[in-house]
């Protein structure tokens, strides 16, 4: 990183220094000049340090445009057009294969080709900036546009190659270090010679090339490039100062045709300079190719004359190599032979004819055949099933062209009686003597065929009963769901009309029965899917401390209530954790939830950095604790612990939902516990992500910037209470598309009544069908405390009888949304809570 940022510097500095000597020759327009040094040095870079370095070429355009006098807005533009045209410059020679030391014809094209049409990129972009702003005159963008395209060009022919030679030439390999003295005469004599040339008026100019051509054939590259940066200099010194010919040209018009004549140049310069090298090349690897073939042709002579020494001791022993090799064939044969006793089957193939040259006993059992006719077999193949036998095929010429010794694989042979058995098989080349042979070992597989028949018979049926339980919950969930629905719609009726306290408190029991069993059933579907895989998680960066921060805001109410201290210990602390945020929400309200009912005088929530990869979140509490049999149990459903000292009501499903969704997560859950107390931890992965806007914070930061821990809004602040995860989303994107909307969401709606009474939101949107209190009960609560009662709560429902609606404008929904929502709808309402200045009554009176 170090190395990176001095490169990205040292760049930028270069760019910004030649950039200010080349604005210096800026006469048609103060942004455009007829000669673009830094352009050349961008490419340079780009090709010798690769494309990481473009960083430093956006800062020193973007201040040198500055610095020159240009806004902020157009300077910018430039830099972007400067930086863009070397990039594509660069990336089209990389792909040329191109040589920084332009030692070849092509490498001199391609940089004038590629590197001068590259130029169009900056000079349109630039012109088309400053057309746009009004910073040229009426008629004059052609003539600035080709200046600008003009002057880049210079830049890319004049100096990037004066920076790629110097700087990729080893001093060791150059012409200058065996002859300085002439080197030294050729720079001397071009300087004097070409000052004369260039600060005449006679249009003489070309006499400079016998001059460059010099340099060019006897230094090549190293000579050129330092012979041309000074012809160059001394050239636009004479235009600026009014010498040399054409003086009734205008200076920009002067210092064009003169670049001009510098580009052919330069470019004549190079290639001369590149053929030089590539016939200095072809000349010395020619050499060296005499020399070398020289010594081969003794080396070969040498060597031949040894080979017939060799040959004839070798017609000596070969006799006798015979006779040993005929005694290790015996040997092999037995071997082979032996592995029947194991009941492998083996068979010997010469891959030249691709016969079969020799089968044990085994294999001539498996295929049925005797040793004489699986030799009288075209191919080793023809034992095989058709479709084994093109597989088998297929995979033989696999190895050949991976150059392969061995492979293994199944098979089916097709016996002699017309039966098939499935075998398995391994093979491997060897050289025997001039031959290649393949030795394969085959064993019956219809053993192991049957076994894993077996196998997956029972994965199947494994399958099969998660699918049936799956199917069982979904249609257990659908035939409670149904007289729940007529129980509390019937409750719901009766409670609606006049009726005797006794009755009243009856009904409300029916009500808070059914609640528990809809809550019951909610949190075993929801177990339910996680152990099928049926539950997606959405895993986003979140900010742990402002999660905590907010789930301990929710619980405030319901902690004070109990008599129950409840803090959040994340001063200064800084953790950012992967993991679905609606969900480890839940989870968290869970783990506070239990601490309140049993967890003694306090609860604490707190947030730590467990190592470079993970988080952890703390909760707890100052309870008696948990014995070692109580903790194996927690986790497990319906183990409602401690709920007898407390009387409290739940399902004993919390906290083995909890597990599954943290470990759905990627998380674990635990806890340790003693008689000081109880304490749970969550354990996540930790993440540090980048917001979408580009500025670098998290998006839980920006998140606590526009919402504070005291909860101070700007806009119109709204809270939606809605189980529906479709739902939720549908109003997040309507709140989306009005500005000034801060949109808060509840799942629960016991948590949307604490909720609003720590926010008091501007307007509350219920759902009257929430998974555990119905939103009548909700609005009830609303509505009797003085809190939230003179909040607006906008009904959104399904159900759209006519009771209904008049029942809960009667317990003081001020309007009633009848789903589903249209987008209009929903933005009138909003329009109406704004014009009213959150007064409570959109539509109707306030009843009394």
Same mark, same amino acid.
């Given at each position: 990183m170090?190395r990176w940022?001095?490169?990205?510097?040292?760049?930028a500095?270069?760019?910004y220094?030649?950039?200010?000597?080349?604005?210096?020759?800026?006469?048609?327009?103060?942004?455009v000049?007829?000669?673009?040094p830094?352009t050349g040095?961008?490419?340079a870079?780009?090709?010798l340090?690769?494309t990481?370095?473009w960083?430093g070429?956006a800062?020193?355009?973007?201040?040198?445009?500055?610095?020159n006098?240009?806004s902020v807005?157009?300077?910018?533009?430039?830099?972007?057009g400067?930086?863009?045209?070397?990039l594509?410059a660069?990336?089209?020679?990389?792909r040329i294969?191109f040589?920084?030391?332009l030692?070849?014809?092509?490498d001199?094209?391609?940089?004038?080709?590629?590197?001068?049409?590259s130029?169009l990129?900056s000079?349109?972009l630039?012109a088309?900036?400053?057309?746009v702003?009004?910073?040229?005159g009426g008629?004059?963008?052609?003539?600035?546009?080709?200046?600008w395209?003009?002057?880049?060009?210079?830049g890319?022919?004049l100096f990037?190659?004066?920076?790629?030679?110097f700087?990729s030439t080893p001093?060791?390999?150059?012409?200058?270090?065996t002859?300085?003295?002439e080197?030294?005469?050729?720079l001397?004599?071009?300087?004097?010679?070409g000052y004369?040339?260039l600060?005449?008026s006679?249009p003489?100019?070309?006499?400079?090339?016998p001059?460059?051509?010099?340099?060019?054939?006897r230094?090549?590259?190293?000579?050129?490039?330092?012979t041309?940066l000074?012809?160059?200099?001394?050239?636009?010194?004479?235009?600026?100062?009014g010498f040399?010919?054409?003086l009734?040209?205008?200076p920009?018009l002067?210092?064009v045709s003169?670049?001009?004549?510098n580009?052919?140049l330069?470019l004549?310069?190079?290639l001369l300079a590149?053929?030089?090298?590539?016939?200095?090349t072809?000349?010395?690897?020619?050499?060296?190719?005499?020399?070398?073939?020289?010594?081969?042709?003794t080396?070969?002579?040498?060597?031949l004359?040894?080979?017939?020494?060799e040959l004839?001791n070798?017609?000596?022993?070969?006799? $006798?190599t015979?006779e040993a *090799?005929? #005694?290790?064939?015996l +040997?092999?044969e037995?071997? %082979?032979?032996a /592995?029947?006793?194991?009941?492998e089957?083996?068979?010997?193939?010469?891959?030249?004819?691709?016969?079969i040259?020799?089968?044990?006993?085994a294999?001539?059992?498996?295929?049925?055949y005797g040793?004489e006719?699986l030799q009288?077999?075209d191919?080793?193949?023809?034992?095989?099933?058709?479709e084994?036998?093109?597989?088998?095929?297929?995979?033989t010429?696999s190895?050949?062209?991976?150059?392969?010794?061995s492979?293994?694989?199944?098979?089916?042979v097709?016996?002699?009686?017309?039966?098939?058995?499935p075998?398995?098989?391994?093979?491997s080349?060897?050289?025997?003597g001039?031959?290649?042979?393949s030795?394969?070992?085959v064993?019956?597989?219809?053993?192991?065929?049957r076994?894993?028949?077996?196998?997956?018979?029972?994965?199947?049926?494994?399958?099969a009963?998660s699918? $049936?339980?799956?199917?069982? *919950?979904? #249609?257990l969930?659908h +035939?409670?769901?149904t007289? %729940?629905?007529? /129980?509390?719609?019937?409750?719901?009726?009766l409670?609606?009309?006049e009726?005797?306290?006794q009755e009243r408190s009856?009904i409300?029991?029916i009500?808070?029965?059914?609640?528990?069993?809809?809550?019951l059933?909610?949190d075993?579907l929801?177990i339910?899917?996680i152990?099928?895989g049926?539950?997606?998680?959405?895993?986003?960066?979140?900010?742990?401390?402002l999660?905590?921060?907010?789930a301990?805001?929710?619980?405030?109410s319901v902690?004070?209530?109990?008599?129950?201290?409840?803090?959040?210990d994340?001063?200064?602390?800084?953790?950012m954790?992967?993991?679905?945020?609606k969900?480890l929400l839940?989870?968290?309200?869970?783990?506070i939830?239990?601490?309140?009912?049993?967890?003694?005088?306090s609860?604490?929530?707190?947030?730590?950095?467990?190592?470079?990869?993970?988080a952890?979140?703390?909760?707890?509490?100052?309870?008696?604790?948990?014995?070692k049999?109580?903790?194996?149990?927690?986790?497990?459903p319906?183990?409602?612990?401690?709920?007898?000292?407390?009387?409290?009501?739940?399902?004993?499903l919390?906290?083995a939902l909890?597990k599954?969704?943290?470990?759905?997560?990627?998380?674990?859950?635990?806890?340790?516990s003693g008689?000081s107390g109880?304490?749970?931890?969550i354990?996540?992965?930790?993440?540090?992500p980048v917001?979408?806007?580009g500025?670098?914070?998290?998006?839980a930061?920006?998140?606590?910037r526009r919402t504070?821990s005291?909860?101070?809004r700007?806009?119109l602040?709204?809270l939606?209470?809605?189980?529906?995860?479709m739902?939720t989303?549908?109003?997040?994107?309507?709140c989306?598309a009005?500005e000034g909307v801060?949109?808060?969401n509840?799942?629960?709606g016991?948590?949307?009544?604490e909720l609003?009474?720590?926010s008091k939101?501007?307007?509350i949107?219920?759902?009257?069908?929430l998974?555990?209190?119905?939103?009548?009960?909700?609005?009830?609560?609303?509505?009797?405390?003085p809190l939230?009662?003179?909040?607006?709560?906008v009904?959104?429902?399904?159900?759209?009888?006519?009771?209904?609606v008049?029942?809960?404008?009667?317990?003081g929904?001020s309007?009633?949304?009848?789903?589903?929502?249209r987008?209009?709808a929903?933005f009138?309402?909003?329009?109406?809570?704004?014009?009213?200045?959150?007064?409570?009554d959109?539509?109707a009176?306030?009843p009394a």
């Amino acid at each position: 990183m170090a190395r990176w940022l001095v490169e990205v510097a040292a760049v930028a500095l270069v760019y910004y220094l030649t950039a200010r000597l080349g604005l210096g020759l800026a006469f048609a327009n103060k942004n455009v000049t007829a000669i673009w040094p830094p352009t050349g040095i961008a490419v340079a870079a780009l090709l010798l340090r690769g494309t990481r370095v473009w960083p430093g070429i956006a800062i020193g355009a973007f201040t040198a445009n500055l610095a020159n006098g240009a806004s902020v807005d157009i300077a910018l533009g430039f830099s972007v057009g400067n930086t863009l045209a070397p990039l594509l410059a660069a990336s089209l020679l990389r792909r040329i294969s191109f040589h920084p030391r332009l030692d070849r014809m092509v490498d001199v094209a391609g940089l004038a080709g590629i590197g001068t049409a590259s130029m169009l990129v900056s000079s349109t972009l630039g012109a088309s900036i400053l057309a746009v702003t009004g910073g040229l005159g009426g008629g004059s963008y052609w003539s600035v546009w080709s200046t600008w395209w003009v002057g880049d060009s210079l830049g890319v022919l004049l100096f990037a190659p004066l920076v790629l030679v110097f700087l990729s030439t080893p001093l060791s390999e150059s012409r200058l270090r065996t002859r300085p003295v002439e080197a030294a005469g050729c720079l001397v004599i071009t300087g004097v010679a070409g000052y004369f040339i260039l600060t005449s008026s006679l249009p003489i100019q070309f006499l400079v090339f016998p001059f460059v051509a010099w340099a060019a054939l006897r230094f090549f590259q190293l000579g050129a490039t330092a012979t041309m940066l000074l012809v160059c200099t001394i050239s636009v010194w004479a235009t600026v100062n009014g010498f040399g010919p054409h003086l009734d040209y205008s200076p920009t018009l002067r210092l064009v045709s003169l670049d001009l004549f510098n580009g052919a140049l330069a470019l004549s310069a190079l290639l001369l300079a590149a053929v030089s090298e590539e016939r200095a090349t072809a000349m010395r690897r020619l050499h060296q190719s005499a020399e070398h073939l020289e010594k081969e042709i003794t080396l070969r002579t040498k060597e031949l004359a040894d080979a017939n020494t060799e040959l004839k001791n070798e017609v000596a022993v070969r006799g $006798a190599t015979e006779e040993a *090799l005929r #005694r290790q064939t015996l +040997e092999y044969e037995s071997i %082979l032979r032996a /592995i029947s006793d194991l009941g492998e089957g083996a068979v010997v193939v010469d891959m030249s004819t691709r016969r079969i040259r020799y089968a044990n006993d085994a294999y001539c059992r498996i295929t049925g055949y005797g040793l004489e006719e699986l030799q009288a077999f075209d191919s080793y193949l023809a034992v095989l099933t058709p479709e084994a036998r093109l597989r088998t095929d297929q995979t033989t010429l696999s190895i050949d062209e991976a150059g392969s010794t061995s492979a293994f694989g199944e098979a089916a042979v097709l016996t002699k009686d017309g039966q098939e058995v499935p075998v398995d098989w391994a093979s491997s080349r060897v050289r025997f003597g001039r031959d290649e042979l393949s030795i394969g070992v085959v064993r019956d597989a219809t053993e192991r065929k049957r076994k894993l028949s077996l196998v997956e018979a029972a994965r199947d049926a494994a399958q099969a009963a998660s699918r $049936a339980k799956g199917e069982y *919950l979904s #249609r257990l969930s659908h +035939e409670l769901r149904t007289p %729940l629905t007529v /129980i509390m719609g019937y409750s719901d009726l009766l409670s609606a009309g006049e009726l005797p306290t006794q009755e009243r408190s009856h009904i409300d029991a029916i009500m808070r029965s059914a609640e528990h069993l809809l809550s019951l059933v909610n949190d075993v579907l929801d177990i339910a899917r996680i152990e099928a895989g049926q539950e997606t998680l959405v895993l986003t960066p979140i900010d742990a401390v402002l999660l905590c921060k907010e789930a301990v805001n929710m619980m405030a109410s319901v902690a004070h209530r109990s008599g129950v201290s409840l803090t959040c210990d994340v001063d200064g602390v800084q953790c950012m954790v992967k993991g679905d945020r609606k969900r480890l929400l839940q989870v968290l309200l869970n783990l506070i939830s239990n601490g309140v009912k049993y967890g003694g005088q306090s609860v604490e929530v707190s947030v730590r950095q467990a190592d470079a990869g993970t988080a952890r979140i703390f909760v707890s509490d100052t309870g008696r604790g948990l014995s070692k049999a109580e903790q194996v149990l927690l986790f497990q459903p319906f183990q409602r612990l401690g709920a007898e000292r407390r009387g409290s009501e739940g399902t004993g499903l919390g906290l083995a939902l909890s597990k599954a969704l943290v470990e759905g997560m990627g998380g674990s859950i635990g806890l340790t516990s003693g008689r000081s107390g109880t304490t749970f931890w969550i354990t996540l992965a930790a993440d540090t992500p980048v917001s979408a806007d580009g500025t670098g914070r998290p998006v839980a930061e920006q998140q606590a910037r526009r919402t504070s821990s005291n909860g101070a809004r700007r806009g119109l602040s709204v809270l939606h209470i809605e189980d529906n995860p479709m739902m939720t989303e549908f109003v997040e994107s309507l709140c989306r598309a009005r500005e000034g909307v801060h949109l808060q969401n509840a799942m629960l709606g016991r948590m949307g009544v604490e909720l609003a009474q720590a926010s008091k939101p501007d307007v509350i949107f219920l759902d009257v069908h929430l998974p555990d209190i119905d939103g009548t009960e909700v609005l009830r609560l609303l509505k009797a405390d003085p809190l939230t009662r003179g909040i607006p709560v906008v009904i959104l429902s399904a159900d759209a009888t006519s009771a209904r609606v008049a029942q809960l404008i009667k317990l003081g929904a001020s309007k009633y949304l009848t789903k589903p929502i249209r987008a209009q709808a929903f933005f009138d309402a909003l329009d109406e809570v704004g014009a009213r200045g959150g007064e409570r009554d959109l539509t109707a009176p306030t009843p009394a």
